[in-house]
């Protein structure tokens, strides 16, 4: 394990695997370098790749220095991206992918964008609009609720059933360590918002972008998909048949390697 400094002075906890262009991996919400898809998803695109994945701050071994802003998250990626020579690919799922979106539109120095399921909606939506999804998070974990954090996020927020929160609860280990990152919920619901895409931002983008969705994914994550590519400037578009949101690292690589391979 290696550390970067961000701007303001946050350690942020990273490894490095493999050899060749740099790459970074960028997590969704309650995700880690040790937990996650990115465990099984490193090591794959290290074949080809000089691959760094991290832990977002507040998660793992990396610091978590108040306040949050989206803007520090976006200074620690550009801290990787300095580390990794100044310039490299970027691979973000979900939330994370939402955040490289951003990364890009701030004009990060990234050479190659790949996007899975950034979480928006394309058409509006009450559930989130209307929610306040941070000060929700931020009640429920100022009370010590984390386990009720956690709840909210996957039933409120991804609108998950509800016997697979129930199940994911009785999995112990697995729900011990969500309830370990449930603190940075807040943040994740910070850089998504009200959940609408951000059209003037991701129009500024001048990156070369490829979003990609799940052939078997909710079909407001695929809308979402097209019109997130619609709107980046020259931005290409790939589903992947048989993926759902919980998209597999197997077929996942094979189609960043040829998108940034290309």
Known sequence: MTQVISKDGTPIAYEKLGSGPALILVDGALCSRRFGPMPKLAPLLAQRFTVFVYDRRGRGDSGDTQPYAKERELE???ALIQA???????????????LALEAAASGLNIQKLVAYEPPYVAQHDARH?????????????????????????MRDMVGAPGFMVVVMQLMRGVWKK??????????DARIMGDFSIPKTRLASIKVPSLVMYGGKTDAKLKMAAE????????????????????VNPKVLTPAVVEYFTA
Not at 144 to 150: D, T, Y
């Open 84 to 98: 990794a020579g100044g310039s490299a690919f970027v691979v973000g799922l979900s939330s994370g992918g939402a």
């Open 76 to 78: 620690d990626l550009d």
């Open 129 to 153: 609009a209307q929610a306040h999804h941070e000060a929700q998070l931020e009640r429920l974990l100022a009370e010590g609720r984390r386990g009720h954090a956690v709840k909210y996020f």
């Open 178 to 187: 969500l309830e370990a990152v449930a603190h940075t919920l807040p943040y």
């Open 227 to 246: 019109a997130i590519a619609d709107i980046v400037p020259g931005a290409r578009r790939r589903a992947l048949d048989g993926q759902t949101h919980n």
